[in-house]
T-cell receptor, first 113, second 115 residues
Framework: DQQVKQNSPSLSVQEGRISILNCDYT??????FLWYKKYPAEGPTFLIS?????DKNEDGRFTVFLNKSAKHLSLHIVPSQPGDSAVYFC????????????FGKGTLLTVNP | EAQVTQNPRYLITVTGKKLTVTCSQN?????MSWYRQDPGLGLRQIYY???????DKGDVPEGYKVSRKEKRNFPLILESPSPNQTSLYFC??????????????FGNGTRLTVT
């Protein structure tokens, strides 16, 4: 049972344009959502998070939107840069699971110069 | 520098030959965990430890063992490796498990091939 779905395995965007990465979840108990970024030959690194009491969190070029009714969140990167090319993982958690992270399968973002 | 260190980075072994992948963190984190990453499957948790001498199974624990004798170290042990354990392994730590504001810090991974 896949609780977290990142339905786009890959996404290609031109430099300077917006990148939108999507994540859908089925577990309504999830109440804290994180995004991780992973470069080849490195471990994932924390990027941005959002609590279920909010619908938007912004950090520089990165904004995460949460639509609880639709069980959907998205990560927007504006403007996209070639250095943003990486795999992005959505990772929700819940207080009921002691905030154990459940990772999606990831989306490979390629930003073309 | 705050970091999670895994060794080795690459390992090729044969079926049945016991191996250990070491993991050490220098951030005094209580919580440590092991994940494997496989194509099309994302990151799956193998084992985790809430603190010293406290370990528990994750989602895919079969064929693996762990120990947590010291706070900083969390080795992953494969007593009798099999080809289906060929994967990319990540160790991770966080301050505590129950703190949602405490993100996981990952090591750089160990690529294991079992022939």
């Amino acid at each position: 049972d896949q609780q977290v779905k990142q339905n786009s395995p890959s996404l290609s965007v031109q430099e300077g344009r917006i990148s939108i990465l999507n994540c859908d979840y089925t577990n309504s108990m999830f109440d804290y959502f994180l995004w991780y970024k992973k470069y080849p030959a490195e471990g994932p690194t924390f990027l941005i998070s959002i609590s279920s009491i909010k619908d938007k969190n912004e950090d520089g070029r990165f904004t995460v939107f949460l639509n609880k009714s639709a069980k959907h969140l998205s990560l927007h990167i504006v403007p996209s840069q070639p250095g943003d090319s990486a795999v992005y993982f959505c990772a929700p958690s819940s207080i009921g699971s002691n905030y154990k992270l459940t990772f999606g399968k990831g989306t490979l973002l390629t930003v073309n110069p | 520098e705050a970091q999670v260190t895994q060794n080795p980075r690459y390992l090729i072994t044969v079926t049945g030959k016991k191996l250990t992948v070491t993991c050490s963190q220098n951030m005094n984190h209580e919580y440590m965990s092991w994940y494997r990453q496989d194509p099309g499957l994302g990151l799956r948790q193998i084992y985790y430890s809430m603190n010293v001498e406290v370990t528990d199974k994750g989602d895919v624990p079969e064929g693996y063992k762990v120990s947590r004798k010291e706070k900083r170290n969390f080795p992953l042990i494969l007593e009798s490796p099999s080809p289906n354990q060929t994967s990319l392994y990540f160790c991770a730590s966080r301050r505590t498990q129950g703190d949602y504001n405490s993100p996981l810090h990952f090591g750089n991974g160990t690529r294991l091939t079992v022939t």
